[in-house]
């Protein structure tokens, strides 16, 4: 089992409050994705379920039983820091097995549960060596395995990729999700970085201020973001947001409105239009909202354009195909975003429709 229940979790230091009342059910053997900005409590709250950081208010419950009070070695959960913390005059076997040691498991029993996680790691072949002899996704592996050897039924990861470049990123998100397909174990997993929330999580928990904004599945949470904050966290690049024009607007910017407010139910409501990058159609010529190109960002499958409309002061961004050869900077174009993807926001930046 491994099932989490927070229960109007608070965290307060002296009278700034940090946790502000989160209410999250976690279930067996899920891959939950706390994300958000720097600052917003994500961390905090990890560090709270692991017993690193004392509960302020509210309850924490570990497969129903109530451990504020527990010591964070008795919870039955296991935490893999952004650091790695290993200590660099030990091997990594030792290393891996130092918090058995510590338990008094004896020997033969802890390199038995070293060498299965090594083994789940692929990693037999680094047992002998020392931190400083090691990758940065090795010793990554390592910190993991510190964890599996405890049998954890909860697995908690602090950013753990976040010192890694770009490649080893990948390779590793593909690992941690070869090794929960294999484990089964529930995993909560905290990152600023919305592409490991969206292909890691079974669901994402989108926090900020010491909120969680949102709970959901990770596409549902892109399509249906209950608000501005949502919507413009996830998605790259972000999603393009606009401001209801005044009576004094430009022409383009009124009718690039009236395009992305058609057919909507309350359209007098609405304070704000959203559209992503992939949904605002790019025309070379022909009808549309005339938008000049400020830059074109060629990626290989797709190009990003970066569009300037008359009198709207923010860029706009559009994804389209990697033939985008006809679409030169200062170029004039033609946006047509697509019927039916635009999502409206009121005064409150929640989402009517």
Known sequence: MGQLHLQRLHKRYGAQEVIAGVDLEVHDGEFLVLVGPSGCGKSTLLRMIAGLEDISDGDLLIDGRRVNEVHPAERGAAMVFQSYALYPHMTVAENMGFALRMA???????????RHAAEILKITDLLHRYPKQLSGGQRQRVAIG??????????????????????????????????????????VYVTHDQVEAMTLGDRIAVMNRGRIEQLG??????????????????????????????????????????MLTQGAAHPSRAVTAGIR?????VLASGDGVPATVVMAEHLGDSSILHLRVDGVQELLHARVNADSSTFSTDGIVRLAPQVGHAMLFDENELRIH
């Open 104 to 114: 008094g498991v004896d020997r033969a029993q802890r390199e038995q549960q070293v």
């Open 146 to 187: 510190r964890a599996i050897v405890r049998q954890p039924t909860v697995f908690l990861f602090d950013e753990p990729l976040s010192n890694l470049d770009a490649a080893l990123r990948t390779d590793m998100r593909i690992e941690l999700a070869r090794l929960h397909q294999q484990l089964g174990t529930t995993m």
């Open 217 to 258: 599945r990770p596409m549902d949470l892109y399509n249906q973001p209950h608000n501005i904050f949502v919507a413009g966290f996830l998605g790259t690049p972000k999603i393009n947001l606009l401001r209801r024009p005044t009576p004094e607007a430009s022409t383009a910017h009124q009718h690039l409105w009236g």
């Open 277 to 281: 990058p992939e949904h605002l159609g």
